[in-house]
């Protein structure tokens, strides 16, 4: 009587398509990046429960520190010249979405005259960015 | 004579390593991305000259002051409580507006915390009179 040897298997995990897996996911992460493009001024935001997410398409940001400084676009602006710089980005852009990064010990007064500025330049959607308040 | 045999070579390029470059760029993607995921209450600023004739039953004064206190028409109103409040003046009166006037002296801080309280009460007519502190 003969005795088949048995043969015996490899384990082999195919590893072919790994790299194919790998770079579809750095496709869509590289897809999904953005690159913060501006710095802003130091600000921390106020806590509101009823903050919904804005939609990123077509926001502008307009940061106000504390002592009520003025950022557009990573540059110091005076409040007089804002109504100027958002009427341009307004006919770049007609449905622009203006976003007020404002630290929450700024005063009032810099707030109001950033609105009577966005009037002035009809800039009229805007969202006050918050966090989200937890519990 | 006798001729050599060309031996054909098979050019093979090395895709060990292809993986561990794609995996490398991955994690970098990944670390590097920021999924935004900004916050904001919404609103839509009045068109400039725009002046709307509003009756004064419709209106809600809401004032706030330099440190915080919030007043409803005239009557002082604790901030949690605000809410409950602007719902139930809202059952009673749909048209309501609620125009908050705020000390320019006030803290951002205050605005946002009223502004939210009249959002969580649904108030969708929320206006911003001039302080009058130019």
């Given at each position: 009587?003969?005795?088949?040897?048995?043969?015996e298997?490899?384990?082999?995990?195919?590893?072919?398509s790994?790299?194919?897996?790998?770079?579809?996911?750095?496709?869509?992460?590289?897809?999904?990046?953005?690159f913060?493009?501006?710095?802003?001024?130091?600000?921390v935001?106020?806590e509101?429960?009823?903050?919904?997410?804005?939609?990123t398409?077509?926001?502008?940001?307009?940061?106000?520190?504390?002592?009520?400084?003025?950022?557009?676009?990573?540059?110091l602006?005076?409040?007089?010249?804002?109504?100027?710089?958002?009427?341009?980005?307004?006919?770049?852009?007609?449905?622009?979405?203006?976003?007020?990064r404002?630290?929450?010990?700024?005063?009032?007064r810099?707030?109001?005259?950033v609105?009577?500025?966005?009037?002035?330049?009809?800039?009229?959607?805007?969202?006050?960015?918050?966090?989200?308040k937890?519990? | 004579?006798?001729l050599?045999k060309?031996?054909?070579?098979?050019?093979?390029?090395?895709?060990?390593?292809?993986?561990?470059?794609?995996?490398?760029?991955?994690?970098?993607?990944?670390v590097?991305t920021?999924?935004?995921?900004?916050?904001?209450?919404?609103?839509?600023?009045?068109?400039?000259?725009?002046?709307?004739?509003?009756?004064?039953k419709?209106?809600?004064?809401?004032?706030?002051?330099?440190?915080?206190?919030?007043?409803?028409?005239?009557?002082?109103?604790?901030l949690?409580?605000?809410?409950?409040?602007?719902?139930?003046?809202?059952?009673?009166n749909?048209?309501?507006?609620?125009?908050?006037k705020?000390?320019?002296?006030?803290?951002?801080?205050?605005?946002?915390?009223?502004?939210?309280?009249?959002?969580?009460?649904?108030?969708?007519?929320?206006?911003?009179?001039?302080?009058?502190?130019?």
């Amino acid at each position: 009587m003969r005795i088949k040897f048995k043969e015996e298997t490899r384990a082999n995990i195919p590893t072919a398509s790994m790299a194919d897996i790998a770079f579809l996911l750095i496709i869509f992460f590289m897809v999904s990046t953005v690159f913060r493009a501006e710095t802003g001024l130091r600000i921390v935001l106020p806590e509101a429960e009823a903050a919904r997410k804005i939609p990123t398409k077509n926001l502008s940001h307009i940061w106000i520190s504390d002592e009520g400084i003025i950022s557009i676009d990573d540059a110091l602006v005076p409040l007089n010249r804002v109504s100027y710089i958002m009427m341009r980005k307004k006919e770049i852009n007609p449905n622009i979405i203006v976003s007020i990064r404002c630290d929450k010990n700024a005063k009032y007064r810099v707030v109001e005259g950033v609105f009577d500025q966005l009037q002035d330049a009809n800039v009229l959607k805007v969202s006050l960015a918050t966090e989200k308040k937890r519990g | 004579m006798e001729l050599r045999k060309r031996i054909q070579r098979e050019a093979e390029i090395p895709t060990a390593s292809m993986a561990d470059i794609a995996f490398l760029l991955i994690i970098f993607f990944m670390v590097s991305t920021v999924f935004s995921n900004e916050m904001g209450l919404q609103i839509i600023l009045p068109e400039k000259g725009g002046v709307v004739k509003v009756k004064s039953k419709n209106i809600a004064k809401v004032y706030i002051d330099k440190d915080g206190s919030v007043r409803i028409n005239g009557e002082p109103v604790r901030l949690g409580d605000i809410a409950n409040l602007a719902r139930q003046m809202l059952a009673e009166n749909d048209k309501l507006i609620f125009s908050i006037k705020t000390n320019p002296d006030a803290k951002y801080d205050y605005l946002i915390r009223v502004f939210d309280q009249l959002r969580l009460a649904n108030a969708e007519r929320i206006s911003f009179a001039p302080s009058g502190g130019k």
